[in-house]
């Protein structure tokens, strides 16, 4: 007697729902196997003689008018429900999406201590892209500035914000797939001889403040703002990049390195080891990227961190109890034991700006107290920006300014760019400052 002759198989089968169809049980439908399994057979389900009637009734031939499947299919979900992240994954690894072989690598752009850049070609699309391929170690994984940046840049959708279009995760490397900008602010102003329009001065530093409003609008710090984490593509537009560094502050204050910001951008209280600050770290390297397109070179540029406020003191004087209160009680302030300098006039080494326009010592703060520095908001607004119009302020985050026929680039004195329109007039000589 074999345990075998009382399994009983179900025998199932999907039906055309996409569901298994079980059978019922039945005896009368049970089939005896050579083997002495009991197969169940599956039940039809018997098609009264009203279905049959209407189904004999339909044409042979059904005509369905041109478009109508199309409208059918906008107007109607082609899921009952939305897809799980898996599915979604799953949907965008068939296409390429998260796949190495699915970039072409072109030329070597730079290398740093965990990156290499290169320019690439999307099999996908056929445009290019900027490939940033983090060498990953087994033992540290993702380091933190990669990390963070892809946690950023994924929730940060602006026109004046570099796009993240790829992730591509292997074992031996992390691949950021960006979009691809002709060149960064600092090859701009290298390739116009350091001397730029001061219209287009003004329609670049607009640009800045409009992506780092949105950010801070976000709670998001940039900290490392310099220009050659500017990119600028072949129309003109200025998209901020590398949030590395960059930290997301859920209130006004909070505590956090003091090793952020290029050394020529990083303001005094930073450089004083202040760790407790808010968006107007970014304000100051504003100021400094501000001036440096206008004079055509840095405004600090620092070999040390005493050379840097040497430098910065010397412009700006040395600040006291009645414009940075506390700074007396300072460690490292007592310790330099600077000079009492005083405040240099700006135009003395900026001759091109006019004396009129206050916005540059504002974003500065010739208050070195950092939280009387303007804001990038309240930047945007400043009657400097007035030639630019109105609808600046009024066009969605994700458009571009250039979509605006009053903005436009102008040709840059001796410029060999062509980011510019060739109108064929020549340079034109702009002191708008």
């Not at 956090?256 to 303001?267: D, H, I």
Request: glycine residues 6%.
């Amino acid at each position: 007697f074999s345990v075998f002759s009382h399994i009983v198989h179900e025998n199932l089968k999907m039906g055309s729902d996409g569901e298994s169809d079980q059978a019922s049980g039945t005896s009368s439908d049970e089939v005896q196997s050579p083997t002495g399994v009991c197969l169940r057979n599956r039940v039809h389900r018997r098609i009264s003689m009203e279905d049959l009637n209407k189904r004999l009734s339909l044409p042979a031939d059904i005509r369905i008018p041109d478009g109508y499947l199309e409208k059918l299919q906008l107007s109607s979900p082609p899921f009952d429900q939305p897809l799980s992240r898996r599915s979604r994954r799953a949907s965008l690894s068939e296409i390429g999406f998260g796949k190495l072989e699915t970039y072409i690598k072109l030329d070597k752009l730079g290398e740093g201590t965990y990156a290499t850049v290169f320019k690439g070609r999307s099999k996908l699309t056929d445009n290019l892209v900027a490939l940033k391929e983090i060498r990953l170690e087994h033992e540290e994984g993702a380091p933190c500035t990669a990390i963070r940046e892809v946690s950023l840049l994924k929730d940060l959708k602006h026109a004046n914000i570099v796009t993240l279009h790829d992730i591509v995760h292997t074992d031996k490397s992390l691949t950021l797939v960006f979009e691809y900008l002709d060149k960064d602010l600092k090859q701009y102003m290298d390739d116009c001889g350091n001397i730029m329009s001061m219209h287009n001065v003004k329609v670049f530093l607009f640009q800045i403040l409009r992506g780092l409003s949105y950010c801070h609008k976000r709670k998001v710090l940039h900290r490392d703002l310099k220009p050659q984490n500017l990119l600028i593509n072949e129309k003109g537009e200025l998209k901020l990049a590398d949030f590395g560094l960059a930290r997301a502050k859920s209130v006004p204050t909070k505590t956090y390195s003091n090793e952020v910001v290029t050394l020529w951008y990083r303001p005094p209280d930073v450089l004083l080891g202040s760790s407790e600050y808010s968006t107007q770290i970014d304000m100051w390297g504003v100021g400094c990227i501000f001036y440096e397109m206008a004079a055509g070179r840095p405004l600090f540029p620092g070999s040390t961190v005493e050379d840097e406020l040497h430098l910065i003191f010397r412009l700006l004087g040395t600040p006291t109890e009645d414009n940075w209160p506390g700074i007396s009680s300072i460690d490292e302030f007592k310790s330099y034991n600077f000079p009492k300098y005083k405040p240099q006039p700006l135009i003395n080494h900026a001759p091109r700006y006019c004396p009129q326009c206050p916005l540059l010592y504002l974003i500065l703060g010739f208050f070195f107290f950092f939280r009387k520095r303007i804001s990038a908001e309240e930047a945007m607004k400043h009657s400097y920006f007035r030639q630019l119009g109105m609808r600046v302020y009024t066009i969605p985050e994700s458009v571009s300014i250039f979509t605006l026929k009053e903005v436009q680039l102008q040709r840059d004195p001796g410029s060999r760019s062509s980011l510019y329109p060739d109108s064929g007039e020549g340079p034109r000589p702009v002191c708008e400052i």
